[in-house]
């Protein structure tokens, strides 16, 4: 348990489908991510959030759009998207996004797009 | 973008073995931190390194900041059947466009024969 939990777990969508991933953090930091972690490739940092302002998009599409409502919240809302999109997300938090805050993640939702 | 070369990619070991894997960067790191992923979960922290030349360790878990702020190394002493994992190691830039940013390795896949 490391203070940062996701919902869902596992999640299959179809291409047409919308749906969102949520994210908790328990830890009281101020700095929220996204991750994209899929076979054989390094994680693949998304978004940040800081103090609930996004301050990195890492030239994502724009069919996952981020929302962090506060602090401790963080969602990504996923519409028509593609099978490639199929990975495991991550959410992370720490105190803030500077140069040496250490990051703590959640468990991931399995995400599968049909 | 900025990326960690992360050797070996995967080990096959009999219990009782020691374990090493490293990583290195073409620019310099102001953190470095090591994490462990079991299947189905997200990474969990092991280790984080803040200062060059740094050594820590946590039980049978010994890392290394290196002298020139550019690699580290997680050794594994005695290893056990629930070692079993992927091992990833994470570094935060020290400058540049990518300052502050986490950047992950490709991960080292452990295995770990009883």
């Known amino acids: 348990e490391t203070g940062v939990t996701q919902t869902p777990r596992h999640l299959v969508m179809g291409m047409t489908n919308k749906k969102s991933l949520k994210c908790e953090q328990h830890?009281?930091?101020?700095?929220m991510y996204w991750y994209k972690q899929s076979a054989k490739k390094p994680l693949e940092l998304m978004f940040v959030y800081n103090f609930k302002e996004q301050t990195e998009n890492n030239s994502v599409p724009s069919r996952f759009s981020p929302e962090c409502p506060n602090s401790s919240h963080l969602f990504l809302h996923l519409h028509t998207l593609q099978p490639e999109d199929s990975a495991l997300y991550l959410c992370?938090?720490?105190?803030?996004?500077?140069?040496?805050?250490?990051?703590?993640f959640g468990p991931g939702t399995r995400l599968t797009v049909l | 973008g900025q990326q960690l070369n992360q050797s070996p990619q995967s080990m096959f070991i009999q219990e009782g073995e020691d374990v090493s894997m490293n990583c290195t960067s073409s620019s310099i790191f102001n953190t470095w931190l090591w994490y462990k992923q079991e299947p189905g979960e997200g990474p969990v922290l092991l280790i984080a390194l803040y200062k060059a030349g740094e050594l820590t360790s946590n039980g049978r878990l010994t890392a290394q900041f290196g002298i020139t702020r550019k690699d580290s190394f997680l050794n594994i002493s005695a290893s056990i059947p629930s070692d079993v994992g992927i091992y990833f190691c994470a570094g935060h830039d020290a400058g540049g466009t990518s300052y502050g940013k986490l950047t992950f390795g490709q991960g080292t896949i452990l295995t770990v024969h009883p």
């Open positions: 992370a938090s720490s105190r803030a996004s500077s140069g040496t805050d250490t990051q703590y």
């Open positions: 830890l009281g930091h101020n700095a």
